[in-house]
């Protein structure tokens, strides 16, 4: 195998797991928040149903997870689904497991503000749909963007986890030409795509960081 | 004519089993400033708070303009609904003793954003207003900047302008000067002798006596919950005639 073709085949499964970060990032990052409030409910049946379900997402390992969604169907339910019930297998896990992160991380940013913000927006007549949007989400999203960045950078290094089920990402490729050569080379090569990846993700949230950061 | 703007009846309001308003009753007439002293802990944040709706009260009338925010039946307050209680929020402003600004907005949307969020107006309307606020509280100059970047007496300013926006017919004060330093109370205490001579109806709760000797039509001495005398800055200030008025402000006698 030619360079050109190993670092070929090595893109492709980099766009897979770009493709992976992404739409994790899309549907977690809101549906955190939907977590978050369920978690901070009156609702003590919702309460609980939302602790529970942070607690097993938190409390077990994402590995299984994905094993458990994509291979569940078939061993609990008896349906077989198509090949392509794999990149959705990926997608539901992650997105499942992050939302459960981010959620308790959005909801220690919601608790850390201040009562007094409420209560000035109240006696000026916000309701309260207009009070979280306009007052307390901007603030909660500055103090909560070094714990998301944190996140962000482990979810690049989590998409290699979808090699659990075989799906073909950067990480189950550069294992599948480092076998066939018998050496490192691919390994190395993924490694430097990661870090890159990292870097410029690290850029953009160091750039927001700073976007944000015209009041204190 | 004498309107009430404001009317209080026998509020009572517990945390727990602590009785922190003991039945209160009192009167704001349109126009008047009335102060609130006592020592820490007799209870005149917690009215004041009862007032604006920031706490719920256990028993009472809270009436403003001659609407009911709550009505007492069988000696418990139930309170109004919903779009009443929005009305009667719009009646009376708030300021409060740590300004409670909103630190991602500049001066002049922490002043006009209500404005244009609840009361809908257009922004250009309501930027006409800022303005004219922020060169009355003497912050003209400070539109653009964040609050972070001013004084506390600053901040305080600009929270007084972003309660006057609003137009509200009664102005509360819940110790505006206290979290500031000596130096940066007077200018508080100007804005709001200012708004005294334009007839703006106030209820300030205050420890800074000589400021509400000179700036109210009544005052109120409140101590364990309940008002222990009340009348003209020269009666109760000058002339206590209770015991534990006298006690408390001989402390202040200078």
């Given at each position: 195998?030619?360079?050109?073709v190993?670092?070929?085949?090595l893109?492709?499964?980099?766009?897979?797991?770009?493709k992976i970060?992404t739409?994790?990032l899309?549907?977690?990052?809101?549906?955190?928040?939907?977590?978050?409030?369920?978690?901070?409910?009156?609702?003590?049946?919702?309460?609980?149903?939302?602790?529970?379900?942070?607690?097993?997402?938190?409390?077990?390992?994402?590995?299984l997870?994905?094993?458990v969604?994509?291979?569940g169907?078939?061993?609990?339910?008896?349906?077989t689904?198509?090949?392509?019930?794999?990149?959705?297998?990926?997608?539901?896990?992650?997105?499942?497991?992050?939302?459960a992160?981010?959620?308790?991380?959005?909801?220690?940013?919601?608790e850390?503000m201040?009562?007094?913000q409420?209560?000035?927006?109240?006696?000026?007549?916000?309701?309260?749909?207009?009070?979280?949007?306009?007052?307390?989400?901007?603030?909660?999203?500055?103090?909560i963007?070094?714990?998301?960045t944190?996140?962000?950078?482990?979810?690049?290094?989590?998409?290699?986890?979808?090699?659990?089920?075989?799906?073909?990402?950067?990480?189950?490729?550069?294992k599948?030409?480092?076998?066939?050569?018998?050496?490192?080379?691919?390994?190395?090569?993924?490694?430097?795509?990661?870090?890159?990846?990292?870097?410029?993700?690290?850029?953009?949230?160091?750039?927001?960081?700073k976007?944000?950061?015209y009041y204190? | 004519?004498?309107?009430?703007?404001?009317?209080?009846k026998?509020?009572?309001?517990s945390?727990?089993?602590l009785?922190?308003?003991?039945?209160?009753?009192?009167?704001?007439?349109?126009?008047k400033?009335?102060?609130?002293i006592g020592?820490?802990?007799?209870?005149?944040s917690?009215?004041?708070?009862?007032?604006?709706?920031l706490?719920?009260?256990?028993?009472g009338?809270?009436?403003?303009?001659?609407?009911?925010?709550?009505?007492?039946?069988?000696?418990k307050?139930?309170?109004?609904?919903?779009?009443?209680?929005?009305?009667?929020?719009?009646?009376?402003?708030?300021?409060?003793?740590?300004?409670?600004?909103?630190?991602?907005f500049?001066?002049i949307?922490?002043v006009?954003?209500?404005?244009?969020?609840?009361?809908?107006?257009?922004?250009?309307?309501?930027?006409?207003?800022?303005?004219?606020?922020?060169?009355k509280?003497?912050?003209?100059?400070?539109?653009?900047?964040?609050?972070y970047?001013l004084?506390?007496?600053?901040q305080?300013?600009?929270?007084?302008?972003?309660?006057?926006a609003?137009?509200?017919?009664?102005?509360?004060?819940?110790?505006?000067?206290?979290?500031?330093?000596?130096?940066?109370?007077g200018e508080i205490?100007?804005?709001?002798?200012?708004?005294?001579?334009e007839?703006?109806?106030?209820?300030i709760?205050?420890?800074?006596?000589?400021?509400?000797?000179?700036?109210?039509?009544?005052?109120?001495f409140?101590?364990?919950?309940?008002?222990?005398e009340e009348g003209?800055?020269?009666?109760?200030?000058?002339?206590?005639?209770?015991?534990?008025?006298?006690?408390f402000?001989?402390?202040?006698?200078?």
């Amino acid at each position: 195998m030619t360079w050109s073709v190993m670092i070929f085949k090595l893109s492709e499964g980099m766009l897979e797991s770009v493709k992976i970060f992404t739409l994790t990032l899309l549907f977690s990052l809101p549906l955190g928040l939907f977590v978050a409030f369920g978690r901070m409910s009156k609702n003590l049946l919702l309460r609980n149903f939302v602790r529970l379900y942070i607690s097993i997402m938190r409390g077990t390992p994402l590995i299984l997870q994905l094993m458990v969604i994509y291979f569940g169907p078939f061993y609990i339910f008896n349906i077989t689904l198509s090949s392509g019930y794999r990149f959705y297998a990926v997608i539901i896990g992650f997105v499942i497991n992050y939302a459960a992160y981010f959620a308790e991380i959005y909801r220690g940013g919601i608790e850390s503000m201040p009562v007094g913000q409420y209560e000035a927006a109240k006696v000026l007549g916000y309701s309260k749909a207009q009070t979280f949007i306009r007052i307390i989400l901007p603030q909660v999203i500055k103090r909560i963007l070094p714990s998301i960045t944190n996140e962000v950078i482990t979810l690049i290094k989590d998409t290699a986890l979808a090699f659990a089920i075989s799906y073909a990402e950067m990480f189950t490729v550069a294992k599948a030409i480092a076998a066939a050569q018998t050496n490192m080379t691919a390994f190395i090569i993924a490694g430097i795509f990661y870090y890159v990846f990292n870097l410029i993700v690290d850029f953009i949230m160091g750039w927001i960081e700073k976007k944000l950061s015209y009041y204190r | 004519m004498k309107v009430n703007l404001l009317e209080i009846k026998n509020l009572k309001k517990s945390f727990g089993t602590l009785e922190v308003i003991k039945g209160i009753s009192l009167n704001v007439e349109e126009g008047k400033v009335v102060s609130i002293i006592g020592p820490s802990g007799s209870g005149k944040s917690t009215l004041l708070r009862c007032a604006t709706l920031l706490e719920t009260i256990d028993s009472g009338e809270l009436i403003y303009l001659g609407e009911h925010a709550t009505t007492d039946i069988d000696g418990k307050a139930s309170y109004a609904h919903k779009a009443q209680l929005k009305r009667i929020q719009s009646y009376f402003g708030l300021v409060f003793q740590n300004f409670n600004l909103f630190p991602h907005f500049s001066v002049i949307k922490n002043v006009i954003d209500a404005l244009i969020t609840v009361q809908k107006k257009p922004k250009d309307e309501a930027m006409e207003i800022g303005r004219g606020l922020l060169k009355k509280v003497g912050l003209a100059d400070k539109e653009d900047a964040y609050p972070y970047q001013l004084s506390g007496g600053q901040q305080q300013r600009v929270s007084i302008a972003r309660a006057l926006a609003l137009n509200p017919k009664i102005l509360f004060f819940d110790e505006p000067t206290s979290a500031l330093d000596p130096e940066l109370t007077g200018e508080i205490l100007n804005v709001i002798k200012e708004l005294a001579a334009e007839k703006m109806t106030m209820v300030i709760v205050t420890h800074e006596m000589s400021f509400a000797r000179d700036v109210s039509d009544h005052i109120i001495f409140m101590d364990n919950g309940v008002i222990v005398e009340e009348g003209s800055p020269s009666k109760v200030i000058n002339n206590p005639e209770n015991e534990r008025t006298k006690a408390f402000l001989s402390r202040f006698e200078s």
